[in-house]
């Protein structure tokens, strides 16, 4: 199989760079969903059968249900105070960064990352990468970071060694990214990545398990909730929205990754072309944009929200209460009307 987004060309220096052993450094997103952990676990699965030193760390927690991960064990949640783990970063010869595009979006980690002066390596599909990077592999029509982590193992000439664990790593980041493949970022060429993950080893119907069967009773709880007394319907603009307040999320002892996806049910709405999902949480409001078609939340939520990401796919934050954010939000759709009730 051909790979799509890595010629041959522009892998060369990275290759000579790899053809070594080297201290590699894998990071992504604070927090990080499944694509990030998926396309972070399997690049560490490729890089330590190369025969490289590897090592992953994170912003952040993630979610209960991406535990299962193969490596997950490995896994270094970044402190600052772990002099050992600073090191670790600073002294990288490369480091690896997968699924962001602002080094704003690796929040605690920023400054250290920066300082290092091991070669940066950017693997990602958000738009408008940051000039911080010295390898840039940036293509914003691919479905999901793991799905270029594939083809940068295939462009390399190594998809012979991608093992089961690698294939259900990179098969989960591909999955979640994509709503479980129903996105129209989907391509055939991507299915048939699915296709060769599967004959590597993947097992799809215990990955699904694994991430959309596994809730937690709280976690059942706080959707029944929120479905039943926290969505409300902009019938007239075909929007909805959902805003939870951190008191909320402490009566059903909120953990990372308990709202993961819920905006998708506002979305799921018959008619619904923009939904959105307020959190209060760690001092501000974050921010979940969703929509069908060409509305672009990306726009939305980079000119009134401090956001970015993908066209249909975006999130955003606010430092103004949770009211004040849904008030102000309210004070702005209505001029998307014609763009959302066509």
């Known amino acids: 199989m051909a790979t799509n987004h890595f010629p041959t060309e522009q892998l060369l220096p990275v290759r000579e760079l790899l053809s070594t052993p080297k201290n590699i450094l894998i990071t992504t997103h604070h927090r990080p969903d499944g694509d990030a952990m998926g396309s972070s676990l399997g690049m560490y699965g490729y890089l330590k059968a190369k025969g490289h030193r590897v090592t992953v760390v994170v912003p952040s927690d993630y979610p209960d249900f991406l535990h299962w991960l193969p490596w997950h064990a490995d896994v ?5 105070q772990d002099t050992a783990l600073v090191d670790e970063i600073l002294n990288a010869d490369v480091l690896c960064c997968l699924d962001f ?3 704003s979006r690796i929040e ?4 250290v990352v920066r300082k290092s002066t091991g070669t940066k390596i950017l693997i990602d599909h958000h738009l408008d990468p940051e000039a ?3 390898h840039v592999f940036s293509y914003t029509d691919a479905c999901a970071t793991a799905e270029l982590v594939y083809e940068f193992i295939d462009g390399l000439g190594d998809r012979a060694l991608i093992t089961p664990a690698m294939a259900d790593c990179l098969y989960c ?3 979640t990214d994509t709503n479980s493949f129903r996105y129209s ?5 991507t299915h048939r990545i699915i296709a060769s993950l599967m004959e590597s080893g993947a097992v799809n119907h215990l990955i699904h398990e694994q991430v959309y069967d596994n809730f937690s009773e709280n976690r059942l709880r706080l959707l029944g909730y929120i479905l039943k007394d926290k969505l409300t319907v902009l019938h007239d ?3 909805a929205y959902i805003a939870m307040s951190s008191a909320e999320l402490d009566m059903f002892n909120f953990k990372t990754g308990d709202t993961e996806g819920i905006v998708n049910y506002a979305l799921s709405i018959n008619g619904i072309r923009f939904a959105v999902f307020f959190i209060e949480r760690d001092g501000m409001v974050k921010i979940s944009f969703r929509s069908k078609g060409e509305f672009s939340v990306k726009d939305f939520s980079s000119s009134y929200f401090e956001g970015g990401g993908h066209r249909n796919a975006s999130g955003g934050r606010s430092l103004l209460s949770l009211e004040e954010t849904v008030n102000r ?3 702005i759709v209505p001029k998307y009307k014609s763009k959302l009730t066509y």
């Not at 270094?76 to 600052?80: A, D, K, L, S, Y």
């Not at 605690?108 to 400054?111: L, V």
Request: glycine content about 4%; overall charge negative; charged content about 10%.
């Open 173 to 175: 980041g591909i999955m």
């Open 185 to 189: 970022s989907m391509k055939a060429s």
């Open 329 to 331: 939000f309210l004070s």
């Open 237 to 239: 603009l075909n929007t």
């Open 101 to 103: 595009n602002w080094m």
């Open 76 to 80: 270094h949640i970044f402190n600052h």
């Open 108 to 111: 605690s980690m920023e400054q």
């Open 132 to 134: 911080a990077f010295d």
